[in-house]
Nanobody
Framework: QVQLVESGGGLVQAGGSLRLSCAAS????????MGWFRQAPGKEREFVAA????????YYAGSVKDRFAISRDNAKNTVYLQMNSLKPEDTALYYC???????????????????WGQGTQVTVSS
């Protein structure tokens, strides 16, 4: 079981930036595939970004590409989501997720993750 704790959410004006952090438990963090998802009120949870542990390949939803960046620090057991040029439509509860299961794909689906954090709220005002 991997424990995930998100932080860094808050209220920001449109055009601003936030950096989310997700601290993970476990001595094998470097072998976890990590992802960020979000869920806005009345909407389904959607993929935001992912990073594989092998090669560090990153993947992004089209709506955040070129604005958000996912990264990881294996020494700190932490994954980050740098969010720039925020828009009101980015408002959501952001979840960190970890996968200890191998898939050949890009880890853009929630079913590929077997560990989830509690979420951190991001609110972007217009």
């Amino acid at each position: 079981q991997v424990q995930l704790v998100e932080s860094g959410g808050g209220l920001v004006q449109a055009g601003g930036s936030l950096r989310l952090s997700c601290a993970a438990s476990g001595r094998t963090f470097s072998t976890y595939h990590m992802g960020w998802f979000r869920q806005a009120p009345g909407k389904e949870r959607e993929f935001v970004a992912a990073i594989r542990w092998i090669g560090g390949n990153t993947y992004y939803a089209g709506s955040v590409k070129d604005r958000f960046a996912i990264s990881r620090d294996n020494a700190k057991n932490t994954v980050y989501l740098q969010m720039n040029s925020l828009k009101p439509e980015d408002t959501a509860l952001y979840y960190c997720a970890a996968s200890t299961v191998y898939y050949s794909g890009s880890y853009t689906h929630s079913y590929q993750y077997n560990n989830w954090g509690q979420g951190t709220q991001v609110t972007v005002s217009s």
